[in-house]
T-cell receptor
Framework: AQSVTQLDSQVPVFEEAPVELRCNYS??????LFWYVQYPNQGLQLLLK??????LVKGINGFEAEFNKSQTSFHLRKPSVHISDTAEYFC????????????FGKGTMLLVSP | GAGVSQSPSNKVTEKGKDVELRCDPI?????LYWYRQRLGQGLEFLIY????????KSGLPSDRFSAERTGESVSTLTIQRTQQEDSAVYLC?????????????FGPGTRLTVL
């Protein structure tokens, strides 16, 4: 079984500032990791995912995340945010073999103000 | 269609009534998932369909919840004798192949309010 912890329920930030959204996971097996974004009144959309290879993963809209196996983390970063990045961000984990559904964190609301 | 669609978008019902939620996955996607998103919570897995295989119902919270899917098409999630704690957004997702590495594509959800 896996679990995901997103320590920050809300992250307020000013436009053009950098941001980091934290995600830690727990698993007894090797994992795949995902970040999804949910814009207001919309469904979840994949931002990026780590499957294997380079631990730095680049996604859409200028976001990137780094997989750190020793710290069991997969933090999401963006060097300069826009107002349009205001949304809820979910980290998710699944086993990297066989069949396993996604286990989601509780989400972090990113609030970008001018 | 272009994406996963769900209906209705909003549903208000009285405690004790039955409700049926519908999901239309992306055409050709063999895997279909239902999740529940309670206010301030992450997504909880409910049920998973893969082709004609027996569904994984391990996430269903009680026997009041059931779901069906015919082949690789539409799925319906039914909640019988609704309770106030059933109030949540119910999200459907589909993926093209049943591998854990595959991206799940989500619908906009059905917001269920039980009075």
């Amino acid at each position: 079984a896996q679990s995901v912890t997103q320590l920050d329920s809300q992250v307020p930030v000013f436009e053009e500032a950098p941001v980091e959204l934290r995600c830690n996971y727990s698993s007894s097996v090797s994992v795949y990791l995902f970040w999804y974004v949910q814009y207001p009144n919309q469904g979840l959309q994949l931002l990026l995912k780590y499957l294997s290879g380079s631990t730095l993963v680049k996604g859409i809209n200028g976001f990137e995340a780094e997989f750190n196996k020793s710290q069991t983390s997969f933090h999401l970063r963006k060097p300069s945010v826009h107002i349009s990045d205001t949304a809820e961000y979910f980290c998710a984990v699944t086993s990297n073999s066989g069949y396993s559904t996604l286990t989601f964190g509780k989400g972090t609301m990113l609030l970008v103000s001018p | 269609g272009a994406g996963v669609s769900q209906s209705p978008s909003n549903k208000v019902t009285e405690k004790g009534k039955d409700v049926e939620l519908r999901c239309d996955p992306i055409s050709g996607h063999t895997a279909l998932y239902w999740y529940r998103q309670r206010l301030g919570q992450g997504l909880e897995f409910l049920i998973y369909f893969q082709g004609n295989s027996a569904p994984d119902k391990s996430g269903l919270p009680s026997d009041r919840f059931s779901a069906e899917r015919t082949g690789e098409s539409v799925s319906t999630l039914t909640i019988q004798r609704t309770q106030q704690e059933d109030s949540a957004v119910y999200l459907c997702a589909s993926s093209s192949i049943p591998l854990t590495s595959d991206t799940q594509y989500f619908g906009p959800g059905t917001r269920l309010t039980v009075l």
